[in-house]
C-alpha cells in the first residue's frame, strides 16, 4: 500500500512540474475509500482543462505470466477502439490504455466520466466468452505455443484471484474538484464486489 502512495503522489508531484509554467491552481491532495475499499486520491489543479486518471490493482497474483500478457493485450486492444470512436467525435485528446494490472486515462474535462466508465466497464465486467477469448488467444504477441496449455477458465481464474476492489487505488489529477471526482469514481466503480468475479 505504501508503494501505491509513493507512486500516486510521484504521478501528481509530475503532473504539477508539467503544467507549472501554465501557472494553474494545484491544490493538496485528497484521499478517501469508496464503501467497496478502493482508495482514492485527488488532486485539483484549476484552469488546467484536461484531467488523469491512473487505476492500479496491487497484490495480483499470477503464476503464469502468459495468462496476464493475453488479458493485457485483449484490455489494450478494446483501448485502441475506444479511443479511436472519441477521435471520431472530435475528443482528440481522450485517451486509455491499460497493463494487466492499471488502467490511464488522459482526457479533457468533458471527456473524463465517460473514460473512467469505460475502464470500469472493462475491468468490472470482462468476458471469457468463446468468442473473446478466442479475440483475446489472437491478439497475443509471443510463442504462440504458450497458448496451447491456456484455457478462457484460466483467465477466468487468473481474473478472479487478481482483480479485487479491496486492492485498488485511483489516483485523479487535473481540473476536477474532489467531489465531483467522488461522485464519478463511485458512479462507475462503487458497485465493484471487494473480490470480483466474471
Not at 165 to 182: E, H, Q, R
Amino acid at each position: 500500500m505504501k508503494s501505491i502512495t509513493k507512486i500516486a503522489i510521484l504521478f501528481i508531484a509530475l503532473l504539477s512540474f508539467t503544467v507549472a509554467s501554465a501557472q494553474n491552481s494545484m491544490k493538496a491532495p485528497v484521499r478517501f475509500k469508496l464503501k467497496n475499499g478502493i482508495t482514492v486520491i485527488v488532486a485539483q489543479n484549476n484552469g488546467l482543462g484536461k484531467i488523469y486518471s491512473r487505476l492500479t490493482i496491487e497484490n495480483q497474483t499470477c503464476g503464469n505470466k502468459v495468462i496476464a500478457q493475453v488479458f493485457e493485450n485483449y484490455l489494450n486492444n478494446k483501448a485502441t477502439k475506444f479511443n479511436d470512436s472519441m477521435s471520431a467525435t472530435g475528443a482528440t485528446s481522450s485517451k486509455v490504455t491499460f497493463a494487466y494490472n492499471e488502467a490511464n486515462t488522459a482526457t479533457n474535462t468533458a471527456n473524463f466520466e465517460p473514460a473512467l466508465n469505460y475502464v470500469s466497464t472493462l475491468f468490472l465486467n470482462p468476458t471469457t466468452a468463446k468468442q473473446a477469448f478466442d479475440e483475446m488467444k489472437s491478439l497475443y504477441t509471443g510463442n504462440k505455443a504458450d497458448l496451447d496449455s491456456i484455457t478462457a477458465a484460466d483467465v477466468q481464474d487468473y481474473y478472479n484471484k487478481s482483480f479485487k476492489a479491496s486492492d485498488t487505488f485511483i489516483t485523479i489529477a487535473g481540473d476536477i474538484t474532489p467531489s465531483d471526482a467522488k461522485e464519478i469514481a463511485s458512479k462507475a466503480f462503487g458497485s465493484w464486489n471487494v473480490v470480483a468475479t466474471l
